[in-house]
């Protein structure tokens, strides 16, 4: 079982300010993904990526942004929140067709 | 092509009733459907999985059906208990992709 850890869980912050969420695996997956998701809703992927130093966008569009240096880290950015931001974001790592998810960070931007 | 259309969007159950999720894919290049059960607050985890080369996979009271030439999977909840209350999402992906295409999502709540 993946070991993916996220912080922090909770954060609310003002508009305009800038923020980073963490995300960390320990199993070595190549792997890693962004998802957008309201409570209890779709999940919306805004980034993946398939290796260190490489980063894709995912399919909704986002004002985030997000690196891969080392393999067991991929934190996102955002660089001014806005409300519209408030959602919950998850992160996950994939080995063959699984694919195992962070407990969430959930975001409220006032 | 890359969608999975899932069905019921909510569900509500008697306690000890049959819990029954559907799910329906187009792209035949998938290899790998999993069903994932989310609590509130939490991150979705796996629950079971399956491959096309199988028609039922079945642990302990969840059971996935598969049916390959109709592109067709669902998640079958035995002796549904209140809590089993959940969001469940099924996905399917090819093990060489990168994506995982999951299911818009089924409100679950079981009635104790």
């Known amino acids: 079982e993946a070991d993916i850890y996220q912080t922090p869980r909770y954060l609310v912050i003002g508009t305009g300010k800038k923020i980073t969420l963490e995300c960390s695996q320990t199993?070595?997956?190549?792997?890693m993904y962004w998802y957008q998701q309201d409570p209890g809703m779709e999940l919306h992927l805004i980034h993946y990526s398939y290796g260190v130093n490489s980063t894709e966008k995912g399919d909704l569009s986002s004002e985030s942004t997000v690196s891969r240096i080392r393999t067991e880290h991929f934190p996102l950015t955002l660089e001014s929140a806005r409300p519209s931001h408030t959602s919950q974001y998850l992160c996950?790592?994939?080995?063959?067709?699984?694919?195992?998810f962070g407990p969430g960070t959930r975001l409220t931007v006032t | 092509q890359q969608q999975v259309k899932q069905s019921p969007q909510s569900l509500i159950v008697q306690k000890g009733g049959i819990s029954i999720i559907n799910c329906a894919y187009e792209n035949t290049a998938f290899d790998y459907f999993p069903w994932y059960q989310q609590f509130p607050g939490k991150g979705p985890a796996l629950l079971i999985a399956?491959?096309?080369?199988?028609s039922e996979k079945k642990e302990g009271r969840f059971t996935i059906s598969f049916n390959k030439s109709a592109k067709q999977f669902s998640l079958h909840i035995m002796d549904s208990q209140p809590g089993d209350s959940a969001t469940y999402f099924c996905a399917a992906s090819s093990t060489g992709g990168f994506k995982t295409i999951f299911g818009a999502g089924t409100r679950l709540f079981v009635k104790a």
């Open positions: 996950a790592s994939r080995v063959v067709g699984m694919q195992y």
């Open positions: 199993m070595g997956h190549d792997k």
């Open positions: 399956i491959r096309p080369d199988v």
